[in-house]
Structures are given as C-alpha cells and as structure tokens.
C-alpha cells in the first residue's frame, strides 16, 4: 500500500502550514502543493481552507483526515503484526518521555531493550503527560512513560509500575531540619504548617505535579509563598539546596543523599503512579510488550524503600 499521499496530507494538518510540512516531509513546497492539487481534484472539493499564515481543514478535509489516521492505524498494526508473526523482531515504536524522568526510565532499559530487539527502531519523543495522552489516543505513540495520578488517566491503557510519594525538601540549614531523620533511617513525617511562611518553588500550573502539590497545601489549610514556578523538578532540588526556598517532589529526586537537603514524609503520604501507558485500541507489538516488561523490571529495582517507615 502506498500511503505517501495520506501522509503528505497528515503531516500539512498536523502543521496548519504547507512550508512547514514540506520541511518535516523533507520534499519541496511545490511538489507537496501539486500532491494536494491532484487530491482535491479527485475528490472534487477542497480539503484546507488557504491563509498566508495558516491553513485550517474544511469539513471535507477533518473527514479525510480522520478516516486517513485509522487508515494509517491499520497499516501500523497490520505491519506490527506481520513481523511478530515472522519472528523478525523489528519494526518501529514511538515512545512518549515525561521531561527529565521519562528520560532516566527509557536509558535504564534501552541497552537491554536492545539486545532483545537489535532490529527495532525507536524513537523517543520527550513530551509533557497531557500532549503523550492526546497522542497515545490518537495512535501517534506507541507506548509513554507516564507519572500521574489516577485522577488523571484517561481513556488509555496504563500499566502501573510502581507508587512514589512526594517528599517535602528543605535546605538543611533550616532549624526544622533538625526534625529529619537520620542518613538510611526511614524518613519523619512533616507537617507543612512548620513552614507555612516560607518561600516555595514549585512546578509551572501546567503539570501533573503542581496539581498534586496545590492539593497538598489545601489539606494542610494555607497557600504557599510560591517565590517562582518552575519547569524542572531537577531544577526545585538545586534551588532548595541553595537555602532560598522549599519544595515539594517526587521521591526519585531526593534518592541520592545530599548533606545540603533535609526531606520529609508528608501527611497522608500523598503519591502518584509510575506507569506506561499505551493505546486501547489496536496492536501492542512484541516490541512495545517487551519495552513495558523491562519498564517494569526496572521500577522494581528501586522501589523506594527506605521512606517507609
């Protein structure tokens, strides 16, 4: 099947700009223009409505575009398929990375991944949990490696790899820090009403994590002094080890140590799920299945079992 032409027509949607898609597609703009030319005119009306800036779909064109996405869904699956069933062990898996953790989860069992698979193509994409979710539904993912709470899954399949608290940080200078519990003992609980009036950094209002934490402060009765907001929870940590503000993140950042930070449980012992998701429709190939085993494998591997008390 020669799905060129879908394609083409896919990509001019996906970038509302026929220079762009030209560009991602690799072809000359008058070449992809004349491909569309030849579309609309077997099909006898016009698919995009024409600006300088922008170009939008008519009603024409978000029919065709949706029957060519299940098209292109098929062909995907069909091919997936084909080379399990050959055994090649091959094929192509889109994989959606949470910025800064999703990274870390894919490295720690991408060598492995490839012994298994020498033959599979990946391609990582970093993207935020709300854009993976949207792709994974719409087919354009194949797998993601998601942290979230259960309130926000939607309507895909999630696969939970493990629990992870989220851990108040604050400099270790701070007099509280002196309620911390000792380098490998199981860490103390603090109630956040200790430092109620002091600066946080916490994460942009668009991620998962910044509506866990806005939680958090409602059960605890006050709004945080949110000196800043940030889009790194790397980032958080260094700023706390700095000793100018406190913060609120994922037990996976505080794992390693530092005699520049003091962490704490928090009340309730609020956490999230680390999972992988995946579509609900269609083929999960060996390659996608072999990638959740050794994602689940690997979670296991550090559990964070020293926070328990």
């Known amino acids: 099947m020669d799905t060129r032409q879908i ?8 970038e509302n700009n026929i220079t762009k898609a030209a560009e991602k597609l690799f072809i000359t703009q008058s070449a992809l223009n004349q491909q569309l030319l030849k579309l609309e005119r077997e099909l006898g009306t016009p698919l995009f409505q024409r600006t300088k800036n922008k170009w939008c779909l008519t009603d024409a064109g978000r029919i065709y575009v949706e029957g060519a996405r299940k098209m292109m ?15 090649l062990r091959k094929g192509l898996l889109n994989i959606g990375l949470c910025p800064g953790r999703g990274l870390d989860m894919f490295t720690a069992i991408y060598p492995e991944l ?9 391609r990582p994409l970093e993207m935020r949990v709300a854009p993976q979710q949207a792709a994974i539904a719409a087919g354009d993912l194949d797998v993601g490696f998601q942290v979230l709470s259960r309130s926000d899954w939607q309507k895909n399949q999630y696969e939970v790899l493990g ?8 400099p270790a200078v701070h007099p509280v820090a002196q309620k911390a519990a000792p380098p490998g003992e199981p860490l103390a609980t603090l109630d956040l009403n200790e430092i109620r009036y002091e600066p946080f950094v916490l994460m942009d209002r668009n991620s998962t994590l910044r509506s866990l934490c806005d939680q958090i402060f409602a059960r605890s009765g006050f709004q945080p002094n949110v000196l800043f907001e940030s889009n790194n929870t790397a980032g958080i940590v260094s700023l ?6 406190c913060g609120i993140v994922p037990w996976y950042y505080t794992r390693i140590p530092s005699d ?10 609020p956490s999230w799920d680390i999972t992988v998701s995946y579509p609900t429709t269609g083929y999960l190939s060996t390659g996608a299945r072999e990638n959740n085993r050794l994602a689940s494998e690997s979670w296991k591997t550090i559990q964070p079992d020293q926070i328990r008390a």
Request: proline fraction near 4%.
């Open 7 to 14: 394609e083409y027509i896919l990509q001019i949607a996906e």
């Open 73 to 87: 869904q098929i062909k995907k699956d069909t091919y997936n398929q084909l080379y399990d069933v050959s055994r």
């Open 114 to 122: 490839h012994r298994s698979m020498p033959n599979l193509t990946i």
């Open 163 to 170: 629990s992870e608290e989220l851990i108040a940080i604050i």
């Open 240 to 245: 706390v080890k700095s000793t100018i503000c």
């Open 260 to 269: 520049d930070l003091a962490c704490f449980r928090l009340p309730g012992h």
